[in-house]
């Protein structure tokens, strides 16, 4: 069965930095787009980043880009999420998700449980 299984997140001051992982199995990793999409408390989700099959094509949300990068190892059926300069309204459950394009959109069909991502000082 597919399962999407993340980590990295914690507890962070503004202006520090993260990396998230999310670990693939159950399906074949390298021909899908994979993003993240993260939800904060008493919001809904928010689509952050997406990522093509090869990882040559990578988008973000206005709010994270240039500070947040996308990567993925398909050897290692891993999706990773580098985060810097992180900034208090960053703080959400971060999910990685296994994503089919729908012309310009995205749509998802198996998530993680996600991991905690708190900017505090």
């Known amino acids: 069965q597919v399962q999407l299984v993340e980590s990295g997140g914690g507890l962070v001051q503004p202006g520090g930095s993260l990396r998230l992982s999310c670990v693939a199995s159950?399906?074949?990793?390298?021909?899908?787009?994979m993003s993240w999409v993260r939800q904060a408390p008493g919001k809904g989700p928010e689509w952050v980043s997406a990522?093509?099959?090869?990882?040559?094509?990578?988008r973000y949300a206005d709010s994270v880009k240039g500070r947040f990068t996308i990567s993925r190892d398909n050897a290692k059926n891993t999706l990773y999420l580098q985060m810097n300069s992180l900034k208090p309204e960053d703080t959400a459950l971060y999910y990685c998700?296994?994503?089919?394009?729908?012309?310009?959109?995205?749509?998802?069909?198996?998530w993680g449980q996600g991991t905690q991502v708190t900017v505090s000082s």
């Open positions: 998700a296994r994503t089919i394009r729908d012309g310009s959109a995205y749509e998802y069909d198996y």
């Open positions: 990522i093509n099959t090869g990882g040559s094509i990578t």
């Open positions: 159950g399906f074949t990793f390298s021909s899908y787009y």
